[in-house]
């Protein structure tokens, strides 16, 4: 037996997608810009709208397409009149009927005279001067040659008001073509049927295409692409039928259904007119519209085609509009848009869904029973974007100690080491955790020389254990931030700080308590879409009680009160636990508020407050309040809130280590 031979390995471009290593789709951008309108107030679904609106990273966004749409419908709108096939018709007309009253004038006959009086007699529209003069028989050539040119010329236009391009390839057509065209209708009539039904087309439309593929220069690659052109076109002809006057709609229509008679097409016509309204019945038939209105005459071919692109624009632009309900960038007609404005709008318009796509993908947002959610690992995101923005405004030299190398407990390394245990956050050692290792598996006959580390060796280095701190960020719910337009400030300040303390100082404890005319504890999950409570009442006094209980959790944690407000308390809870307001402030809601901050100062907590309104009242109020708590008052301008706090709690922690 030979040798079997080790497999060889070849490597080479990528050709089986989207490349496996290429770095993943960036969305730092988007999911800041979203979480910036969120905090602003704004929904997650209305903040993604307004990104998908806007566009990102140099592609045009909806607005912009849309503007770019709304000009070229201006444009269409002035393509030119509707009733270029009548006047032309009367054209012709008025030149056959003069050249045969030149050609009977000089003749003495009296049956010259009768033709006289036939052409006298003659209706005044066009279409019944068309119809009467249908088996008259001309004596001058070129009377009968203007003559067959408008016969000629209606079979053209009609056919090229409903089959698109159908104008020039049927000039001057012999009746073999004719009778081309015939069979392409009959068999069309046939294969709308046969889909109309259900039944498998597949076949029956490769064999159409085969056959009468000339007539669809388009080349549609699938029996819904033929169906829906030529339903928009149909759709298209009874919309610039009904932007006519009612006696040009009138003749026009008269004149068709002369032509249509003349060619053995009228119930073939009608039947699949009915049909392509069967399967497109949500398209606007027979609904008077926007048409244009120019100076230039056109055809009736030229003037449904007019029609099509009006109506085509004009469903795009409401697309890219999405102000209706439901709507979705899915609702975008790409195709529609590259013939509107080219391959780059296609390019721009996948972009954003692109941006959508992988918002959901990478798990940003989550899509649960019809509502958009920003996902805990968006919250994480805006949170670390918001201490991100406080930074940079921070001087270098008062950051403190924000910068833990280890995501382990802080403190001091002891040089000694312990076996690792599920949970423990400490770094590696990892010398040690190779020597357990070699220990373990040395002289194996299952291993050989290799070395396999397995759970049991893991150890972990011991750190002097730092004191932490227990941080309660009380933030003011009530109506008046939303007024005031501090309340997405006050939102990304949370966030910021609660970032900074979870990443930065693991050892530290933060909870975020929301009060209005109650409070409550704030996840920052929820922080972000939260929005101010409509109820009145501002019950600092609730706000501190559930402060204390947080602290008395973490009696060995140095304890931290900060309170951003921008109202005196308004609001305290009854014995029975039963919330009550009153404004102004009753001495009873004061007395309660101040006897918390006792109880709180006595845990061993300072009490520090950002007043957001330079209101006496409140600024009196709060310098009171920190006094009885060793704390201070702060009163930062909005934009500069979350710089305040993040410092703030950055100095008391410099502070700890300096006792």
């Known amino acids: 037996m030979s040798e079997r031979r080790p497999r060889g390995y070849r490597y080479g471009a990528w050709r089986g997608g989207p490349d496996p290593l290429a770095p993943p789709y960036d969305l730092g951008n988007a999911v800041d810009e979203i979480g910036d309108s969120v905090l602003g107030g704004s929904g997650v679904r209305e903040a993604l709208r307004e990104l998908l609106r806007r566009g990102t990273e140099g592609r045009r966004g909806l607005d912009e397409l849309r503007r770019a749409v709304r000009d070229r419908l201006r444009t269409a709108r002035t393509a030119g009149r509707m009733d270029g096939t009548l006047q032309e018709v009367r054209e012709l007309l008025d030149r056959a009927v003069q050249a045969e009253r030149t050609e009977l004038f000089p003749d003495p006959d009296d049956l010259a005279r009768l033709k006289e009086a036939e052409l006298d007699a003659l209706p005044e529209d066009t279409s019944g001067a068309v119809r009467a003069l249908k ?16 016969q000629d010329l209606l079979r053209r236009e009609v056919l090229d008001s409903s089959f698109a391009s159908m104008k020039q390839s049927l000039e001057n057509a012999t009746d ?11 068999d069309l009539s046939r294969l709308v049927d046969a889909h109309n039904r259900g039944e498998d087309t597949d076949q029956q439309f490769a064999d159409f295409m085969a056959k009468h593929g000339q007539f669809f220069p388009d080349q549609p690659g699938s029996v819904e692409e033929l169906i829906d052109s030529l339903a928009r076109r149909a759709a298209a002809q009874q919309r610039m ?38 399967a497109r019945p949500d398209l606007p038939w027979g609904q008077r519209g926007q048409v244009p209105d120019g100076e230039q005459s056109l055809g009736m071919g030229d003037a449904t085609s007019a029609v099509a692109e009006l109506a085509d624009l004009e469903a795009l632009s409401n697309q890219l509009s999405q102000g209706y309900a439901g709507a979705s ?25 692109q941006l959508e796509r992988e918002l959901e993908r990478q798990r940003y947002l989550n899509r ?18 918001a201490l991100r923005r406080v930074f940079a405004t921070l001087d270098a030299t008062g950051r403190g100690e924000h910068d833990v190398a280890d995501a382990g407990a802080a403190g001091e390394l002891t040089g000694s080491s312990r076996e690792w245990r599920f949970g423990d956050e400490q770094p590696l050692d990892v010398v040690r955790t190779v020597k357990n290792a070699v220990l373990r598996t040395a002289g194996s006959p299952r291993t050989g020389t290799r070395v396999r580390i397995a759970v049991e060796d893991f150890e972990v280095v011991e750190t002097e254990r730092r004191t932490g701190a227990a941080v309660a960020l009380l933030v003011d719910l009530s109506y008046s931030m939303a007024l005031r337009g501090t309340w997405g400030a006050a939102k990304s300040t949370a966030m910021a700080l609660h970032s900074l303390v979870t990443t930065r100082f693991p050892q530290d404890a933060i909870e975020i308590i929301g009060f209005s005319s109650t409070a409550q504890v ?6 972000a879409e939260l929005s101010v409570d409509t109820l009145q009442g501002t019950n600092l006094q609730h706000g501190l009680m559930l402060a204390r209980r947080f602290l008395a959790r973490h009696r060995d944690a140095e304890p931290v009160v900060l309170v951003v407000t921008d109202g005196e308390p ?5 014995d029975d636990g039963t919330p009550f307001f009153c404004w102004p402030p009753m001495p009873e809601t004061i007395a309660r508020t101040v006897a918390e901050v006792e109880k709180v100062a006595r845990s061993g907590a300072t009490v520090n407050v950002f007043a957001l309104d330079p209101d006496p009242g409140l600024i009196h109020f709060v310098h009171d309040l920190t006094q009885r708590a060793g704390g201070r008052v702060f009163e930062p301008d909005a934009d500069r809130l979350g710089e305040y706090v993040v410092a703030d709690y950055l100095r008391s922690r410099r502070g700890r280590r300096a006792r």
């Open 570 to 574: 308004t609001a305290h809870l009854e």
């Open 522 to 527: 704030l996840r920052p999950e929820t922080l």
């Open 176 to 186: 073999q073509d004719m009778q081309a065209v015939k069979d392409m209708v009959a």
């Open 241 to 278: 039928m009904a932007g006519l006057s009612a006696e040009q709609r009138a003749e026009l229509a008269d004149l068709m259904a002369q032509t249509m008679e003349d060619m053995g097409l009228a119930s073939e016509m009608a039947h699949l007119s009915d049909a392509l309204r069967q």
């Open 329 to 353: 960038l899915a609702d975008v007609d790409e195709e529609l848009l590259e013939r509107a404005l080219g391959r780059p709008a296609a390019d721009d318009l996948a972009a954003l869904r």
């Open 368 to 385: 649960s029973g019809g509502t958009l959610e920003l996902s805990p690992k968006a919250v994480r995101r805006l949170g670390a974007t």
């Open 135 to 150: 088996d008259y028989d001309w004596r001058s050539a070129e009377a009968r040659q203007a003559y067959e040119q408008i």
